[in-house]
């Protein structure tokens, strides 16, 4: 009942980001994706039933981190299939990969060739 009557809607979200999920995302993404910005195509993928998503990024930590923050409802540049289906299994049941580290002028073609 409190929830519906607040003004802010996000604030949930944002609280449970800062205080359960931010740090454990920014290990996983040191370990995949580095602490350097890098450029390229990406995959996130359903452990349990193997679907995946490709993407392109010209900064794969960042979109990754905006990935997640989807899945909560929080900063999301797009309402993506993907975000729901993280919220709905948990983002704990998903993998998250670099396909191929290319320059921005390949992004398309290259997600393309992944896609396909």
């Known amino acids: 009942q409190t929830l519906s009557r607040m003004h ?20 996983m993404l040191d370990r995949v994706v580095g602490k350097e910005k890098k450029t390229g195509i990406y995959k996130i993928t359903e452990i349990a039933t193997q679907r995946c998503y490709v993407g ?7 979109r990754l981190t905006q990935h997640i923050k989807g899945t909560l409802g929080i900063q ?19 993998t998250f990969e670099i396909l191929e580290i290319c320059g921005k002028e390949d992004l398309n073609s290259k997600e393309k060739y992944y896609i396909m």
């Open 8 to 27: 802010n809607k996000n604030i949930v979200a944002k609280v449970v980001w800062e205080e359960l999920i931010s740090t454990p995302t920014k290990e």
């Open 76 to 94: 999301s540049i797009a309402d993506q299939r993907v975000h729901h289906a993280m919220a709905e299994t948990g983002v704990q049941n998903w």
């Open 56 to 62: 392109q990024a010209a900064d794969i930590r960042a």
